[in-house]
């Protein structure tokens, strides 16, 4: 495992650049370029609410994206994330110290999945030949296909990443605290991407609590299937709630010398210790609102990358043209 995180360690210390998503047009042997192929798109509709969780504004959005083949039935959706600039952390009066400074963050194109890495995904990964680590193919603790993955460590999530990549010739890893914030806002700067609050009708997480001014509600108690709610204005879904999300990331307690591009910020002491944490992103159902806003960072100390719960799962991202982060 020392080996995997030194490549990807000295990968991002490479700084290399990122491809356009889109293909480019191919010239024939008699000098005429093709068209170049059309990208597919879907459709989805954006949820925009107010402090008292009242929805205030609903719009059609569209994104590309791109659909890998797992075998058996299974498949994989990969959304195109465009490139851009962003303020990651949460301003003054919001959030805790870990989220800050706030600083800009420039972001380089990338695929990412649609929805968490579901229960079929995984089975149907996790019996491909091992590359570092075994996994096992029945790890969650709520069991449903299209459920998201749970009890799965960092380690795990990497070789996710790993065997995915080798089977299918792209680049999939764990996105980078970044990448992940980055695509979570997907252009808000308000604490959800659905604004001021969230409602259980949007997300899946403890409605014993309230973030705002917004009625308490529903408490599942439970993981939901991936997709059950409405998506961010990138098309990504349960980017609050459900599962916590893996990043590359070594945790740091603030932002205080983070990079100002997408890559991941590893700690290279903390990289070679078993017992070293990472980052996770997101929330979960079995958490409060405040857990699961697009700032929010899991602070507690048992965050390692050899813990597994059963709140924790991931996401992957593909990086289509470049080396793996």
Known sequence: MQVIEAFI?????????SASPTPEPVTSSRGERSKTPEVPKFNFDVVTVNAKGDEIRREKGQ??????DLGNGVILEMVAI????????SPAGEGYGSEKPQHQVT?????MGKYSINQAQWRTVALLPRVNRDLKPEPSYFKGDNRPVDQVSWYDAVEFCSRLSKHTSKQYRLPSEAEWEYACRAG????????????TELANYNGNYTYASEPKSKYRQETTEVGSFPANRFGLYDMHGNV???????????YQGAPATGIAW????????KQGRAVLRGGSWNNNPEDCRSASRYF???????YIDYDIGFRVVCAIGRILR
């Not at 994104?63 to 890998?68: G, I, L, Q, V």
């Not at 972001?107 to 695929?111: A, G, H, L, Y």
């Open 9 to 17: 360690r000295i990968a991002n210390k490479q700084g290399v650049s």
């Open 63 to 68: 994104a590309e994206y791109f659909t890998e």
């Open 82 to 89: 465009p490139s851009g600039k962003f303020l990651m952390g």
């Open 107 to 111: 972001v380089e194109s990338f695929f």
């Open 188 to 199: 808000t700067t308000t604490p959800f991407h659905f604004g001021e609050t969230i409602t």
């Open 244 to 254: 916590w999300e893996w990043c590359q990331d070594t945790w740091h307690n603030s």
């Open 266 to 273: 590893f700690d290279d002491n903390q990289l070679y210790q």
């Open 300 to 306: 507690y100390d048992w965050a390692e990358r050899v």
